[in-house]
Each structure stands twice: as structure tokens, then as C-alpha cells.
């Protein structure tokens, strides 16, 4: 089983480009996924989350991750205490997923990761992908495509290592500026020369 980082920066792309993955053959993990799963309510991360910051972040029941993620974006201290809870249970629920997909003798495993270099991950897989697409474009996406204010979504970008210093430290480089067609063409041509399983 061949298993393969796939991140980039906010606004990047990189649900498009694990979509075109997933459609070649591709089990895709999503750390997304993940920081979703492991903060359901009942789960020892909502209830980590709950008694950490307070009530006031649940609503309906749920963790409310609106509320919680403007804190987080303004206090590193809070981000701290926040990473500091759903990290490991995000690492634990992506390790269970990847055993699954290695017992269904899954040829090839992306795990899509939007901080794999922050978090010092690489020595975990074969080979990176960045999703890329210069900062300029990822402030556009995050405004125009999410709806976010400018300052919070300049705040996601400067918490993040800058892109470019991520394009230098990947293996791989998918330039997702242009078209769909353009990215699709990349991935497929990615996939059959280095990611396809021999």
C-alpha cells in the first residue's frame, strides 16, 4: 500500500483535488473529516472541548464551530488548548481509517492533511502533494468562495506556514490557479506516472 500526503493552504483546492483522487481510485482520509468526527456529540472530544472552553461553545448540542473557531483564529493560547484536545483524536481516528482501508488491501492511501508540514508529518508517507495556489488567490477563494470576512480569512493564511515555503518541501506540485480542467489534467498525469499501485 502506497501512502501519500496531500495538503496545501487555505482556499487551496485540496477537497477538488482528493475528489479527483478518490474518482481514480484513491481511498482518501481526510483530517477535515476527522476534526468533524472526533468532537461529535457523545464523544470524548465534545466533551473535552465542552469542559475545556465552556458551555457557551455548544449550541443544540453540538461543538459551535463558528464561535469556537473565531476564538481560536484571535487567541493562540486558546488554538493551543484547542489543538492540544482534537490532535491526537484526529491522528487516532485517521491511523483507524488507514488500518481499514490496509486490511481491504487498498492499493494506494491519500491522507489529505491541511497541516501536514506545521505538524512535522512528513517522515509518515512515500510521497507529498501540495495542492497550490499562490496567497493572493487563496484570499480571493476564502472571501468570494466561503463568504469569510477579509481579516479572518487573512488570520487562516497567517497561521499557516506560507505556501510558497510548502511548495519548496513538497515532492509533488499541483497548480490549482486555473481551470478544472488544467487540475484535472495534473492529478491524472501525477496518478499514472508516480501515485498509481504497480
Known sequence: MKLIGLTGGAGSGKSTVSDMLSELGATVIDADEAAHAVYQPGTPGFDAVVTEFGGEYARDGRIDRGRLGALVFHDEGARRRLNAIVHPLVR????????????RDAGVVVQAVPLLFENGLERLYQSIVLVYVPEDVQLRRLVEGRGLKPDRALGMIASQMPIDEKRKL?????????????TRRQVERLWEQTLRAT
Open 170 to 182: 513538497a515532492h509533488h506540485v499541483i497548480d490549482n490557479s486555473g481551470t478544472v480542467e488544467s
Open 92 to 103: 487516532e481516528w485517521m491511523a483507524a481509517r488507514t488500518a481499514e482501508a490496509a486490511m
